[in-house]
């Protein structure tokens, strides 16, 4: 049976945060499967360019990101 993986199944590996065996399932997709290959390709190419322009976020942007993640935290403890 062949699973399927997704985006998010592709960038968590491309990120190191799937398992070994997470790890193996997929390169076994990427032989058999050449679309996937090709997503994989252009996600890691993606990742690439976001990490570049993702290094200096303004203060501001800091902010906003601090200010919610303060927020969510008090939302999810009620």
């Known amino acids: 049976m062949t699973k399927l993986f997704t985006e998010v199944d592709l960038i968590r590996y491309i990120y190191g ?20 290959g090709e997503m994989l390709s252009q996600l890691e190419l993606d990742t690439q360019v976001l990490d570049r322009l993702l290094l200096n976020p ?21």
């Open 17 to 36: 945060e799937t398992s070994q065996t997470e790890d193996d399932e997929i390169q076994n997709a990427i032989v058999c499967n050449l679309e996937l």
């Open 58 to 78: 303004s203060p501001l942007s800091l902010k906003h990101i601090f200010e919610y993640s303060a927020n969510y935290s008090l939302n999810q403890k009620v």
